[in-house]
Structure formats: structure tokens, C-alpha cells
């Protein structure tokens, strides 16, 4: 079964309008944030991403987090690689125990 929360792959480019079951009035604000994540990890994926570009979006991620605690497994069930990783990142922050990818590891 398909997720309900999976989007059109982010090429970096174009908008996307996420949708993780937030209030409409909230909405926008979340999809700019990721959108702009999106892009700039994907343009720093070959080799430039530092951790300053991470820990800036999940910091401002884990504030949509504590206001709603079930956007987490919506966001870890994205096929976005960055929305993934800032939310990962997002988690660490808050202190949450290390959570297991979902994702089968190269080889296994």
C-alpha cells in the first residue's frame, strides 16, 4: 500500500507542496521550510553538505515536531533523502533515542 504521504520527487528546482496532514493555516510554512531544505541539501549533496546546513534545518524543523508529535513518522515516510535526514537530525536535537531506518542497507 502507498503512502498517503509520499510526494513527487523534489528535483531541487520546482516547489513541491508537501502535505503531512497539518492545518491548512500551518501548511505553507512547513513546505517552504522543506522546499528550501530540499534544495539546498540536494545542491550540497556532492560533497559541500556541512553539518551548519542540517542542524539549521532541523532546528527549525523540531519546532513543527514538538507542536505535533505525529508528524514524525509522516515526515521519516517521505522518499525525500534530505526531509529524512533533517528529520533524523530534528529528533537528535529534541533527545530522542536514535531510530532505526527503515531503508534495506547496500548489500543486504
Known amino acids: 500500500m502507498a503512502s498517503k ?4 520527487r523534489h528535483s531541487g528546482l520546482k516547489e513541491v507542496d508537501f502535505n503531512f ?3 491548512p493555516k500551518e501548511r505553507p510554512a512547513l513546505s517552504a ?3 528550501q ?3 539546498v541539501l540536494l545542491m550540497h549533496a556532492g560533497g559541500n553538505l556541512k553539518a551548519l546546513y542540517t542542524d539549521e534545518y532541523a532546528s527549525r524543523l523540531a519546532s513543527y515536531i514538538e507542536a505535533h508529535p505525529g508528524l514524525t513518522h509522516r515526515l521519516l ?15 537528535e536535537m529534541l533527545g530522542y533515542p536514535p531510530v532505526a ?3 534495506k542497507r547496500r548489500g543486504q
Open 77 to 91: 515516510r517521505s522518499d525525500e533523502w534530505a526531509i529524512q535526514t533533517i528529520t533524523y537530525r530534528a529528533l
Open 21 to 23: 496532514g497539518l492545518h
Open 33 to 35: 521550510l522543506l522546499n
Open 37 to 39: 531544505a530540499c534544495r
Open 101 to 103: 531506518s527503515n531503508r
Open 5 to 8: 504521504w509520499r510526494h513527487e
